[in-house]
């Protein structure tokens, strides 16, 4: 058994050890520092290195500027429009158009004026340019009294009804006699009827530029003209115009014959001559004198039935203001008693 001195020898090492290491937790210059471990820097994300193997995107091709249609090259001269018959009736006009589409009609297309709603516009035009149609009448199923074409600018007041002496001015079958209006000087121009001029709507052209002298007169020199029991016959000689001068109706191709042609119609401007070296005659197998009557002009010769083979040799013809004329016998002043003969001056 251990003795109590004994005990206490073998545990005073272990107390003075526990007393030692007491001690130094207690002083704080043997306590080692702790050092404080600062914050981690972000890690900045790597980018990727580039694919070799990728194919490089190609830049896009900047975009084509359009280019342009051309504009249509103006006419370099006086240009012709030409259209098919211009018609009046009762309560409207109706342009029949040809093959050729202009001013926004289609071709063959029929446009009827309606008072307050559709006009009948041709146009714009330039200077000398020309309105051609192949006729310009007056409906017969669709008028019930006379109508007249009336354009102040050509001093034109003609009557189309033929029962009370008037007639179509042109020829469908024959483009080379067509009812044309050539505008010289700019402005708007309106088609109306004088026996009513609020009748039928409105039918204007439209012409730009700037006025343009008119030509030097024309001097057109014919045979004769004859007047016949029942016909009126014009001797073209030499000449050739307004569709005559190679008839393929008549046998002698320059003599036009009002049974023959039906109206015959001669276009020219003021100034413009017609000339008949051999004179007005008559037929040998004339029953009675007959007479050349423009009363515009205030012509009224008798033409004898023994006239000689003619009178007045060299007779000259110069409208000197615009209109139509009619040509007729003031003995026999019927449309059927020798036909139609208009003498049209612009």
Not at 59 to 70: C, G, H, L, S
Not at 288 to 297: A, G, P
Not at 333 to 340: D, K, S
Request: charged share 20%.
């Amino acid at each position: 058994m251990i003795s109590l001195k004994r005990l206490s020898l073998l545990m005073l090492p272990a107390i003075l050890m526990l007393l030692v290491a007491a001690c130094g937790d207690d002083d704080p210059t043997t306590a080692a520092p702790t050092a404080t471990s600062p914050a981690p820097e972000p890690t900045a994300t790597p980018e990727p290195a580039p694919d070799p193997t990728a194919t490089p995107t190609t830049a896009p091709e900047p975009t084509a500027t359009p280019t342009p249609e051309p504009e249509p090259e103006a006419p370099s001269g006086p240009t012709t429009y030409t259209f098919g018959d211009f018609v009046l009736e009762d309560g409207k006009f109706e342009l029949r158009m040809g093959a050729t589409a202009y001013f926004g009609y289609d071709a063959e297309q029929r446009i009827p004026t309606i008072p307050g709603l559709i006009e009948i516009v041709f146009g714009p035009i330039q200077v000398g340019d020309t309105i051609s149609f192949a006729r310009c009448r007056q409906s017969g199923s669709r008028s019930t009294k006379e109508h007249r074409l009336t354009i102040d600018l050509f001093g034109l007041d003609h009557n189309l009804y033929g029962d009370t002496g008037g007639g179509p001015i042109g020829d469908s079958d024959d483009t080379s006699n067509n009812c044309e209006f050539t505008f010289n000087e700019p402005g708007e121009f309106i088609f109306y009827d004088s026996t009513d001029p609020d009748d039928h709507g409105v039918a204007k052209v439209i012409v730009e530029g700037e006025a343009i002298a008119m030509s030097e007169p024309v001097v057109y020199t014919l045979d004769e003209l004859r007047v016949r029991e029942t016909v009126f016959e014009l001797r073209m000689g030499d000449t050739i115009a307004w569709g005559y001068g190679d008839n393929p109706l008549s046998t002698d191709a320059d003599r036009i014959r009002t049974d023959e042609v039906g109206d015959i119609t001669i276009t020219i401007n003021v100034g413009d001559s017609l000339v008949f070296p051999d004179g007005l005659t008559s037929s040998g197998s004339n029953l009675s004198s007959h007479f050349i009557t423009i009363d515009e002009l205030g012509i009224d010769i008798e033409i004898p039935v023994d006239d000689g083979g003619g009178i007045q040799p060299g007779y000259t013809i110069t409208p000197t203001e615009a209109g139509t004329f009619r040509l007729y016998c003031s003995a026999h002043p019927e449309p059927e008693a020798h036909g139609n003969f208009f003498i049209v001056v612009s």
